[in-house]
């Protein structure tokens, strides 16, 4: 085969690869359910309820399992019953760093009225349970850490950057959610609304 003919065939495998992922993606798009991907929006740093407002009917929180800090299982409708933060974050990542002590300030002020739940995405390469855990001692956050090793939490809620922080009503409905790192008034302002 001659040069010219070569880079015809890999255009044209390039170009089918593309069709391709295009064809699988819009089929896994229709199987997932509404009730499993949230919507997460900011403006200007702040907390939004424009989603909140748009739908009438409450979302119920996705369940999942992940992993605490001694190696049990955690599942999240265990711990309905009081207001709910939810951030998704691991320790390579710059955004999380920089809002987790802000979190662990407001946890040590109101973490006997509101749950948190801080989960490291760990994918075994990049961030493993170790990593995440070694992070969280050296920095001497207070604040419970749960390991998300199969994904669950993160698939449940369509997390496609960290941080993300979902805030949940005691009864378990998502309330609002914020994408992207934040501060502590940006913070204090979501725990106001689940409050």
Same mark, same amino acid.
């Given at each position: 085969?001659?040069?010219?003919?070569?880079?015809?065939?890999?255009?044209? +495998?390039?170009?089918?690869? *593309?069709?391709? %992922? @295009?064809?699988?993606?819009?089929? /896994? $798009?229709?199987?997932?359910?509404?009730?499993?991907?949230?919507?997460?929006?900011?403006?200007?740093?702040?907390?939004?309820?424009?989603?909140?407002?748009?739908?009438?009917?409450?979302?119920? +929180?996705?369940?999942?399992? *992940?992993?605490? %800090? @001694?190696?049990?299982?955690?599942? /999240? $409708?265990?711990?309905?019953?009081?207001?709910?933060?939810?951030n998704f974050w691991a320790s390579w990542c710059p955004p999380c760093k920089s809002e987790m002590p802000e979190f662990n300030k407001v946890y040590e002020e109101v973490g006997q009225d509101i749950t948190f739940i801080m989960i490291d995405l760990v994918d075994g390469q990049r961030e493993t349970q170790e990593k995440g855990a070694q992070y969280v001692k050296d920095e001497d956050f207070s604040f419970p850490v749960y390991f998300d090793t199969k994904q669950d939490a993160a698939d449940k809620y369509g997390i496609a950057s960290i941080p993300t922080t979902i805030f949940i009503d005691k009864d378990g409905y998502i309330v609002t959610g914020v994408q992207g790192g934040i501060d502590e008034k940006t913070l204090q302002k979501g725990i106001d609304l689940i409050r």
């Open positions: 085969m001659n040069k010219k003919t070569k880079t015809i065939i890999l255009i044209a +495998a390039f170009a089918l690869f *593309v069709v391709l %992922a @295009a064809c699988v993606y819009n089929i /896994l $798009s229709q199987r997932v359910s509404p009730q499993n991907n949230i919507d997460i929006s900011q403006k200007n740093g702040q907390v939004s309820q424009d989603n909140q407002e748009q739908v009438t009917e409450k979302m119920k +929180a996705p369940d999942f399992t *992940v992993l605490d %800090a @001694a190696g049990n299982n955690v599942k /999240l $409708s265990e711990l309905f019953g009081k207001p709910i933060v939810l």
